[in-house]
């Protein structure tokens, strides 16, 4: 017989009743279970934590940085720079920012979160979230998720931004609707797309709900998703929360592209 440690059988074990208790069956299990690196499962002292190895790999974005998309800067450049393609042309959102550099390792850490049952980064992840969004919470009304068509919610059965967003609220206070921004049509996935065919593919492929447009008017807010890649999402979000009555809208995503 192949020897498995008590905590791999626990976890897996409580994946297969987890499964049948749904969402917050899960969640109190992982809760219950011995804490695993979010990142490689390596056992770890505390839920919610990386192990010494991954958090030394894992590269958090910090000032300095463009003030508008967020891209950061070598050196610093002082206050209010922006980098070259935001001199170009200034975004459809105010302010971008990001906890992680999309790369290698913090891909392992949003797939787990995206495809598979570990949702106990999710606290961890608002912590890291409301951080790197420090400037946004003193004017911040709303705190919104970057919707996933229908379909794609049935298939995955959670939206992480959705989720990202309920830890994020707890953390700060500011107000989140789930519902607010909604999909009207399917996209087909980004990925692979250029920057043209990404802009094309999510035009007009947002809407506001109708029942939350006086709560969005002259409101301040905070959209969330998980990955920042060319911005073609965000910005097409931004474009119609605004025309729809938003004063502003900052973004804040767990990873960046560089
Ligand atoms: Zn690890
Ligand atoms: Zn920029």
Not at 148 to 160: D, S, V
Request: with cysteine; hydrophobic share 40%.
């Amino acid at each position: 017989m192949v020897e498995m440690p008590m905590a791999n059988v626990g976890r897996r074990l409580g994946r297969q009743l987890g499964r049948r208790m749904g969402h917050g069956g899960r969640v109190f299990l992982d809760a219950l279970l011995p804490p695993q690196c979010l990142c490689c499962g390596a056992m770890v002292d505390r839920q919610g934590n990386l192990c010494a190895p991954c958090w030394t790999d894992m590269r958090f974005l910090e000032s300095p940085c463009c003030r508008a998309c967020g891209f950061p800067f070598p050196h610093d450049e002082g206050e209010d720079v922006l980098c070259a393609a935001c001199s170009r042309r200034l975004p459809d959102f105010d302010r971008a920012r990001a906890v992680l550099a999309y790369d290698e390792q913090s891909r392992s850490l949003m797939l787990r979160l995206k495809h598979a049952d570990r949702l106990d980064g999710v606290p961890a992840f608002g912590q890291w979230l409301a951080r790197a969004g420090a400037e946004f919470w003193h004017r911040a009304d709303l705190i919104i998720p970057v919707p996933l068509h229908r379909w794609r919610l049935i298939k995955r059965r959670y939206n992480q931004a959705a989720l990202l967003c309920q830890a994020l609220s707890r953390q700060t206070g500011v107000e989140t609707r789930l519902q607010l921004l909604q999909r009207s049509r399917a996209t087909v996935s980004q990925g692979g797309l250029s920057r043209i065919g990404r802009d094309r593919n999510v035009r007009g492929a947002f809407a506001v709900r109708s029942s939350d447009r006086a709560r969005l008017q002259g409101s301040h807010v905070v959209l969330i998703d998980d990955v920042f890649t060319t911005g073609a999402t965000v910005s097409a979000c931004a474009r119609i929360l605004k025309r729809n009555g938003a004063s502003s809208v900052d973004v804040l995503t767990l990873a960046r592209v560089l």
